[in-house]
């Protein structure tokens, strides 16, 4: 499927990584399972613990995966605002 008029095409079904414990290579396993299946769309955020660091430290360890996926984030306003606040 395609995000919106331009947007790049998804997997109808994507992962949220809100909550994975574990360690590391269980989630890097969870992540190459999850491609494997077809899913192209990752979500993770902030907001979801260290979801992004561990996207980051996955995609860095296996490049070749990154351009099979597309990835997106989410916040929360309250971080924001207490970001631009307080920083």
């Given at each position: ?47 979801y ?30 971080t ?8």
């Amino acid at each position: 499927r395609q995000l919106g008029k331009s947007g790049p095409h998804v997997s109808a079904l994507g992962l949220g990584a809100i909550v994975l414990p574990g360690e590391e290579e269980r989630r890097f396993k969870l992540y190459d399972r999850a491609i494997e299946l077809g899913c192209t769309f990752f979500d993770s955020g902030d907001i979801y613990g260290d979801s992004e660091d561990s996207l980051g430290k996955y995609f860095q360890t296996y490049p070749f995966q990154r351009e099979k996926v597309s990835t997106s984030t989410s916040f929360d306003r309250l971080t924001v605002l207490c970001n631009i606040v307080f920083s």
